[in-house]
């Protein structure tokens, strides 16, 4: 092998949940065994999970990629015994994508502010400085980001109505309570690359004139708490936010286990110390949020693009997807599916080509029956919609969502009378109680699915009633959406809900 | 490490609040820190922490109830957190999580009569394209099997 400049061990979650640490600590032994001396980094991750552990070895040649790599291979990976993927860029998962967001993720030190400027970091924030605040918003509007948490506001809309919003003090939250199941894309991003959320923050901070920004993360990421912590440390004992001119301090507050704060009204109450409830809107939080003051609420994703946006301008950005949906999305397979993990896309490539190409089929090399798109509260689609292109329009057109754009594949052996069942179940278990369609609608379709199972015909008209009641009447989307499941399942499955009843007669 | 046999002082839970007295919005930074520490949320630490922050004792209390997070009773001496969620499904996490719940001859939220094993569910770690997943003792797992998960268990590590 030639020379070993240096060893990257993913430090990703769901690589250390695979074993990473232990890969890590083999490397330290047996390269000190053999007398290789090289840097050993933790970058996050490619998004390549099905290859995680992943582990890469930089030569002269670039980066090689070994994965899943077990702490029993590393010897023979030093000396040469191990089969490669040959170089990582040049991987077909990762090369046919368009990373921009992600554009850092898995490359770099998450923590070495070294290499988030080398990598061309900070740039959009020194480019937001140098505009005024109402070009900075207009730079987003002119990209044509959408709220990447699911419901898909124009971003650049919101912050103008913060912007002008009256208000001594502003906030920036970021919500990042990333609660819905297939989506793990805001963890990936804040433990692989924490200082492009700094950075959207802080340019959104500029944009709308506010003094202090918090971080709502929740407590089911505990890699991700650790270094987002580090990461605003780092940031604020290196004075960066100051020397580039801008007052503004970042928080992070620890979520509790309520799906329903990630619902932003819920979430700001929490913040506030108080339940997650759900506040009615109006007013919005653009102009009473947190504390009552003038709030941008945005996800994860929808910062952390803003550093790209401005850096390479509002053009490169709204040059790539498809209709109004502008840019690129991180797709999230995950589930029953052969190659799980994050692909960064334009919009637009269809459904079909995610699971089947991108994601090659089920794990378990059975038949795709089903395809949850969009979380708990998103639709289930089948292999006869794998026509859909992947945008914001097509899916709602379709009677779904894309909403955080996770996709949960499941085989054959599925019952969907189940997951429909589940569906109202996580309702019931996660409903913050204050209104009555949700609170109770959600328990009484766990009991009517039931009663279908048990074979009772006329509970599907019960179902069908109680879910327009949950959609029509519920005050947030975890009420409302959770008809979504429900009766695709129903409507794209039907044979699931009458199998039982003649298996009964 | 928690100090979970430790019954608290009042003076004890006053310190740990006022720590945090200079945040906004208080509460649960406050709550977090006195699980971190005791393990649970002790019930006498309710009207304290009402006090330091002038709020009444129902307002904590509903507080506490409403997040999953928070005990109001020591947890057992291992926590395994198992999620339920659809793409941890899609790869036969509920026949694991049954088989571990039978083994221990527990139900979900319930911890073993010897105290040495709580299974509770979770919805989503952010492990999807790895699952099954779970926390153990608050340490991320994915791809785990029964024989993963007795491992696990046995101290083995994975």
Redesign the interface.
């Known amino acids: 092998m030639t020379r070993i400049l240096r060893i990257f061990v993913s430090g990703d979650?769901?690589a250390?949940?695979?074993?990473a640490d232990?890969v890590a600590e083999a490397f330290a032994r047996e390269m000190a065994a053999r007398g290789i001396e090289a840097p050993l980094i933790r970058p996050g991750s490619r998004g390549l999970?099905?290859l995680?552990p992943l582990v890469e070895v930089e030569t002269d040649q670039g980066r090689i990629a070994y994965g899943p790599v077990s702490a029993r291979d590393v010897a023979a990976l030093l000396d040469g015994r191990l089969e490669s993927h040959g170089l990582t860029e040049k991987i077909e998962a990762l090369a046919s994508q368009t990373r921009m967001t992600f554009a850092r993720c898995g490359r770099i030190d998450p923590l070495d502010l070294a290499a988030y400027e080398a990598e061309g970091g900070w740039r959009g924030l020194e480019k937001a400085m140098a505009l005024d605040p109402e070009s900075v918003v207009a730079e987003m509007t002119a990209s044509g980001l959408r709220g990447r948490g699911g419901a898909g506001f124009p971003a650049g809309i919101k912050w103008e109505t913060v912007r002008k919003a009256e208000g001594g003090q502003k906030y920036i939250v970021c919500n990042a309570d990333?609660?819905?199941?297939?989506?793990?894309a805001?963890?990936?991003l804040m433990e692989g690359d924490p200082f492009t959320l700094i950075e959207g923050m802080a340019i959104a901070a500029r944009a709308v004139g506010a003094g202090k920004g918090y971080i709502y993360l929740r407590?089911?990421?505990?890699?991700?708490i650790r270094v987002m912590r580090e990461a605003i440390g780092h940031v604020r004992s290196a004075g960066i936010l100051d020397r580039a001119g801008l007052a503004f301090d970042i928080?992070l507050?620890?979520?509790?286990?309520?799906?329903v704060c990630g619902e932003e009204t819920a979430l700001l109450n929490?913040?506030?110390?108080?339940?997650?409830?759900v506040r009615a809107k109006p007013p919005l939080p653009a102009l009473a949020g947190l504390?009552g003051s003038p709030t941008v609420v945005n996800n994860v994703l929808t910062l952390a693009a803003a550093p790209a946006i401005l850096a390479d301008g509002a053009e490169s950005y709204a040059g790539l997807g498809a209709g109004r949906s502008r840019g690129t999305v991180p797709v999230?397979?995950?589930?029953?599916?052969r190659r799980?993990?994050?692909y960064e896309l334009p919009f637009g490539v269809t459904l079909g080509a995610l699971v089947d190409e991108i994601g090659g089929g089920t794990?378990s090399g059975r038949p795709v029956r089903a395809v949850?798109v969009g979380g708990?509260l998103g639709a289930y689609f089948g292999p006869g919609d794998f026509d859909l292109p992947f945008t914001y329009e097509d899916f709602d057109a379709a009677g779904g969502l894309i909403g955080h754009a996770?996709i949960?594949?499941?085989?054959d052996t599925?019952d969907m009378l189940k997951?429909a069942r589940?569906a109202m179940e996580?309702c019931a278990?996660?409903s913050?109680g204050k209104c009555t369609p949700c609170r109770i609608g959600a328990v009484r379709g766990v009991e009517t699915l039931d009663r279908i199972a048990a074979g009772d015909e006329e509970a599907v008209t019960l179902l069908t009633d109680l879910c327009a009641t949950m959609r029509a009447g519920s005050l947030c989307a975890l009420g409302g959406f959770t008809p979504y499941p429900v009766l695709s399942a129903l409507e794209r499955f039907p044979e699931d809900f009458t199998r039982r009843r003649e298996a009964a007669e | 490490m928690p100090e979970t046999g430790h019954r608290p002082s009042a003076a004890a839970i006053r310190d740990l609040a006022e720590e945090h007295m200079g945040?906004?919005?208080?509460?649960?930074?406050i709550?977090?820190a006195v699980q971190a520490r005791y393990g649970h949320v002790p019930e006498e630490a309710l009207p304290v922490i009402a006090e330091v922050?002038n709020l009444s004792r129902a307002e904590v209390q509903?507080?506490v109830s409403?997040?999953?997070?928070?005990r109001d009773a020591p947890a057992g001496r291992r926590v395994i957190k198992v999620c339920r969620?659809?793409?941890?499904?899609?790869?036969g996490a509920e026949a694991l999580a049954a088989q571990l719940l039978e083994r221990a001859g527990i139900g979900w939220g319930e911890t073993t009569p010897d105290g040495a094993l709580m299974v509770e569910p979770?919805?989503?770690?952010?492990?999807?394209?790895?699952?099954p997943?779970a926390?153990v003792d608050?340490?991320?797992?994915?791809?785990l099997d029964a024989g993963a998960l007795e491992a696990l268990l046995n101290g083995e590590?994975?």
């Open positions: 979650g769901a250390k949940a695979l074993g232990r999970v099905y995680e990333e609660g819905d199941s297939g989506t793990f805001d963890r990936m407590s089911e990421y505990p890699d991700a928080e507050r620890v979520g509790a286990g309520a799906y929490s913040l506030e110390g108080k339940r997650g409830i504390f999230q397979l995950s589930g029953n599916v799980g993990g994050l794990a949850q708990p996770g949960v594949v499941f085989d599925v997951m589940f996580f278990v996660e913050c | 945040r906004e919005g208080a509460l649960l930074p709550l977090h922050l509903g507080v409403f997040y999953h997070d928070f969620a659809e793409a941890c499904q899609a790869v979770v919805y989503c770690l952010g492990l999807c394209a790895c699952g997943a926390l608050g340490v991320p797992r994915g791809r590590g994975q």
